[in-house]
């Protein structure tokens, strides 16, 4: 069984900044891709930011230059590093992760129980 387990929200005024963390437990033989997504109340979730097991990154536009994805691969964890951040941004944020466990030879995605960003003055 694999474990995300999420950390760093909180409440942040305008222009502020959060660094977010998640850590991937459990029976892991490989990690692909890792990502954080998010869901505003009443929208749909959205992608933020991907980072592939070599470092390749994307992120949504809406969050260009202002965000940042890294991973330390040693320990299975994603970050998401958020700057300048604008009420826009307000919402419950998600880690995902593709996983290889154990004997299989293909990958899952998991996601983490989600982490509250709040900007406001």
């Known amino acids: 069984q694999v474990h995300l387990v999420e950390s760093g929200g909180g409440l942040v005024q305008p222009g502020g900044s959060l660094r977010l963390s998640c850590a991937a437990s459990g029976s892991i033989a490989s990690i692909n891709d890792m990502g954080w997504y998010r869901q505003a109340p009443g929208k749909q979730r959205e992608l933020v930011a991907v980072?592939?097991?070599?470092?390749?990154?994307n992120y949504a536009d809406s969050v260009k230059g202002r965000f940042t994805i890294s991973r330390d691969n040693a320990k299975n964890t994603v970050f998401l590093q958020m700057n300048s951040l604008k009420p826009d941004d307000t919402a419950v944020y998600y880690c995902q992760a593709e996983v290889r466990t154990g004997s299989l030879k293909y990958y899952i995605v998991h996601w983490g129980q989600g982490t509250q960003v709040t900007v406001s003055s």
């Open positions: 980072i592939t097991s070599s470092g390749s990154t």
